[in-house]
């Protein structure tokens, strides 16, 4: 006998063979959809990389301030832990001064992180004609490796901090992701003893992990890599925040201390983080 067409239990068979094959797919879709933003991340992270070294040639070997003293300031309404304040803000931060030698304000925007649509704590000024950076990367300065007393404006700024300072650039952390709206990583993250839960501020989402960043070295190169790697020691008896995590003298470096950084280190080591 002719059929015309299937049987109610064929399309069944059917139906169920496609949702199988779109169950196995999709995920390999969305990794591979990841994958593509993780590369486009780290190619954005080279680019900014390059425009941290260029900036060097031009000042001696001597890296950008996090923040452009030179700028005019706002008052800007800033979160903290526990709500919000009133904060001086300078209009300018270290994304101005690099971009003008990379010319390209996306670079600074990862597809994968959650934050990359909020304004970093510069964008909080109104009515500023600088271009308005979005959060997504902070810049590390090993404050209490450059010139001046500790406490003192020019520790606090990190002026003077060039790879001169640097015993190994290319273990040395200089970029990495985040999604907090402070733009910078220094001395001023001690007072904060609340400033959140390990991988709250921290990383870019990738793969579902706030554990993992693109991180940009003091050599200008990039990679991506989990955080906990940045606390082992791998350059002579330095870790990539630049201090050794065994010397006390090392970890205080002056007032205030960086013993943040051993928290966070040992929250992610689960252990003291040195051998």
């Known amino acids: 006998m002719r059929r015309d067409g299937f049987t109610l239990i064929e399309l069944l068979v ?18 591979a959809r990841e994958s ?3 590369t486009t ?45 009133t904060w001086t803000v300078f209009r300018r931060n270290w994304k101005h001064l690099v971009n003008a030698y990379v010319k390209n304000t ?8 959650p934050a990359a649509r909020i304004g970093d704590e510069q964008a909080s000024c109104a009515n500023t004609p600088e271009p308005r950076f979005m959060r997504g990367y902070f810049y590390y300065h090993a404050f209490f490796r450059v010139g001046g007393a500790p406490g003192s404006s020019e520790w606090w700024a990190g002026r003077g901090y060039g790879l ?5 650039p290319a273990n040395t952390l200089l970029v990495a992701e985040n999604k907090d709206v402070y733009p910078d990583y220094g001395p001023w993250m001690s007072f904060f003893a609340n400033w959140g ?13 706030d554990r993992h960043s693109t991180i940009i070295f003091a050599d200008g190169h990039a990679k991506y890599l989990p955080y906990e790697r940045t606390c082992t020691q791998s350059a002579g008896t330095l870790n990539m925040w630049q201090y050794n995590p065994c010397n006390p003298n090392d970890i205080t470096g002056g007032n205030p201390d960086i013993r943040w950084l051993n928290t966070f280190c040992y929250t992610l080591m689960n252990r003291i983080p040195c051998p």
């Open 164 to 168: 001169r300072n640097i015993e190994s």
């Open 106 to 113: 996306d670079l600074y925007r990862c597809p994968t992180n």
């Open 197 to 209: 839960a390990i991988g709250s501020n921290w990383g870019a989402k990738h793969r579902g992990s």
């Open 14 to 31: 059917v139906i169920a063979i496609i949702a199988i094959l779109a169950a196995i797919l999709f995920p390999v879709f969305a990794q």
């Open 41 to 85: 991340c780290t190619s954005n992270a080279r680019q900014i990389g390059l425009g941290m070294m260029m900036y060097a040639d031009d000042y001696d070997e001597i890296l950008p301030p996090r923040r452009d003293e030179s700028a005019p300031t706002c008052q800007a309404q800033i979160w903290q832990p526990g709500g919000t304040d």
């Open 36 to 38: 593509a933003r993780l």
